[in-house]
């Protein structure tokens, strides 16, 4: 059976779900594999998060006439499953060899590079916490706010208050469904089913009675999605009034309707839930399906607003770049404490550089990149052509700003350190630095398996070793965590030299996997010096979740008090 033909039936099987329902059950089911749990409906899916993902998507742009089924029904579920791993199995094999297709070592290198970032890109949703993109946007469209305000009448503290008051009303509703929780107000009209109470008549009153505290437990397990359900007025707070709610909802939510969408790698027309994470149910009811997308919806909502000419582009581009810096900045502050030196929008050879810092005998050369992906095409070869590209011009292009200067502390010259005239400002001795100098190339979008490994797509001079390519956030929470656990930079150098030695031998599509792997023992030096090939897997991260959970010390890091009194329960 062709992909389009999977993907029709998939279509039609979805289309008989009731759109709140369904929504409801697909978010409490990504819970449950961010909590372990669930394994009798996740455990045959290959990619759970976007295969629920995608399944949403057919929902959503499916004809709601014949959306009733609002139960769980496990042969159902293992048809669907079936249909998912297919289609799965489908885009995989794209990549696969034809019958007339010379299988040579150019076709074998296009495919190694082409196919993992491919399915990395669709199979993968944003990995980080939502205090980094709360604290990102907040401090990069603030000052853009005469733009936001222009277009929508609001202002970017009204997209984050908005989200806050989305978030709190979620935890609210979570925490109410407890067996120990109060519920809202009239929880049951947010419900889609309906418990019936089929004991004997002389038994009603007793089972009433008795299970009365648990019966919004009970409503719960049956229909997740009630916790997410709302009136526009929910969400109003003394900070946001009705009418920016309504805006807001305007510009997030979509009401279930037909359209062609049917490929999960489909841009255009996309998963309307990315753009827009809630739907509209009728009669002024919305339902969030997952509440973290809202803030990721808002991200890229302001920066389509902010992209609406030539002008605008470049404000955004100078603000973003200044304030990835910023980020580099301060986290490697918080790391070294004291006695370091910061070299910033500093030039080398006439050339531009961004960060250069000095720290007891040892040397951290940062080239801070915000370099925007381009979604990979389905074509191999075409595709190939597009990753090399985006490579060449982010992290590639980064690389070489680095070696500029390492190649100073390589042959020990003395490194000018001049402004942009050429005025030589400060000269550094790189001598006492030898082999103590790291090139770091810090990017805001992941390319994946060819990021981690950067043996495929990187050539480095003999001299020189591979640099380490890291997306910000996952830098961020790599060293909050260091913080947090008590340890320091001496930690980072031991990283940073076992890093190197990965590089050709690594299969993996996240660099928190080895951060964690590391942190933990499970991957070091000498396991790295016995094996030709590293295998990670999504388990080696679980060390960066369980510190959230204790807190990791993000700035306005959420419901620190909680955390630290180990009695909530966080959904």
Request: charged share 25%.
């Amino acid at each position: 059976m062709s992909l389009e033909d999977l993907s029709k039936q998939l279509k039609e099987v979805i289309a008989t779900y009731d759109t709140g329902w369904l929504l409801g059950d697909l978010s409490g089911l990504m819970h449950a594999g961010g909590n372990n749990t669930g394994h009798d409906q996740l455990g045959d899916l290959s990619s759970p998060q976007r295969q629920l993902y995608y399944l949403a998507g057919l929902l959503i742009t499916s004809d709601p006439a014949n959306g009733i089924d609002n139960m769980y029904d496990p042969d159902k579920w293992e048809k669907i499953v079936n249909l998912l791993n297919q289609i799965e199995q489908a885009y995989t094999f794209m990549f696969f060899p034809k019958e007339e297709e010379l299988v040579d070592e150019h076709w074998q290198k296009i495919r190694q590079v082409a196919m993992p970032s491919f399915l990395d890109y669709f199979n993968q949703g944003p990995l980080n916490f939502e205090e980094q993109i709360i604290n990102w946007v907040s401090d990069l469209y603030t000052p853009l706010n005469a733009i936001i305000s222009k277009e929508t009448g609001l202002q970017t503290s009204d997209f984050l208050q908005f989200y806050e008051n989305v978030d709190v009303l979620h935890q609210r509703n979570f925490q109410g469904v407890s067996p120990k929780g109060t519920p809202r107000a009239n929880w049951r009209e947010y419900a889609k089913v309906q418990m019936i109470n089929t004991a004997p008549e002389p038994l009603k009153a007793i089972m009433a009675k008795k299970m009365g505290d648990m019966e919004p437990s009970m409503y719960y397990m049956a229909d997740h999605g009630i916790i997410d359900r709302f009136y526009a007025h929910e969400i109003v707070s003394a900070n946001l009034a009705q009418e920016k709610v309504e805006i807001i909802l305007q510009l997030l939510s979509e009401e279930r309707s037909a359209s062609d969408f049917l490929y999960y790698t489909s841009m255009k027309p996309g998963n309307p839930l990315y753009e827009k994470p809630i739907a509209y149910l009728g009669n002024g009811m919305y339902q969030i399906f997952e509440v973290k997308q809202v803030i990721h919806a808002i991200e890229s909502l302001l920066e389509k607003i902010c992209t609406g000419n030539k002008a605008n582009i470049s404000v955004l581009v100078a603000r973003k770049g200044n304030l990835l810096e910023d980020r580099v900045e301060g986290l490697f502050k918080q790391l070294l404490k004291k006695d370091f030196k910061i070299y910033r929008g500093y030039y080398v050879d006439g050339c531009e550089q961004d960060l250069l810092i000095l720290w007891k005998n040892y040397a951290f050369i940062i080239e801070a990149k915000g370099y925007n992906l381009r979604e990979p095409l389905r074509d191999p070869d075409k595709a190939f052509v597009r990753i090399k590209d985006d490579f060449k011009g982010c992290i590639g292009y980064g690389y070489d700003q680095c070696y500029r200067v390492e190649s100073k502390f390589l042959s020990g010259q003395p490194l000018e350190i001049c402004d942009k005239n050429g005025n030589v400002l400060d000269v550094v001795d790189t001598i006492p630095f030898e082999n103590n100098a790291f090139s770091i190339v810090v990017n805001l979008k992941t390319f994946g398996q060819v990021q981690t490994d950067l043996s495929s797509l990187l050539e480095v001079p003999d001299d020189s070793s591979y640099p380490w390519a890291v997306k910000l956030d996952d830098l961020e929470t790599f060293v909050l965590t260091l913080l947090a656990q008590g340890k320091g930079i001496s930690q980072l150098l031991k990283f940073l030299i076992m890093r190197e030695t990965l590089q050709g031998k690594l299969i993996c599509n996240d660099e928190l996997q080895l951060c964690g792997a590391f942190l933990t023992g499970a991957i070091n030096q000498e396991l790295i010096d016995k094996r030709e090939m590293i295998l990670t897997s999504p388990d080696l991260g679980d060390i960066f979740d369980q510190q959230y959970r204790k807190g990791i010390g993000f700035p306005n890091e959420k419901y620190w008090a909680e955390k630290k009194s180990g009695k909530w329960l966080f959904w």
